[in-house]
């Protein structure tokens, strides 16, 4: 039986937007919590300012974040 995952907390950081809108430096944190194995979880946000020019940006985030719960 392989151990089963409850959450995981990920960090990203990026420079703030040319606007000036947020920080000299941004940060978001994702924690993705687990209810059932093999129904998947869902994702809480955590951030102060965090800027995309896409969709797909901050797509791009989760999908990384889905990879660490298909291992």
């Given at each position: ?15 703030g ?6 920080g ?5 944190t ?5 209810v059932?194995?093999?129904e ?7 951030t ?11 797509e ?5 974040i889905r990879?660490?719960?298909?291992t």
């Amino acid at each position: 039986m392989k151990p089963v995952l409850h959450k995981a907390s990920v960090s990203f950081g990026q420079e703030g937007n040319t606007d000036g809108t947020t920080g000299e430096y941004e940060s978001i944190t994702i924690d993705y919590e687990v209810v059932d194995e093999n129904e998947g979880g869902y994702f809480v946000i955590r951030t102060k300012g965090w800027s995309v020019d896409s969709i797909e940006e901050l797509e791009e985030l989760f999908n990384r974040i889905r990879k660490i719960h298909d291992t």
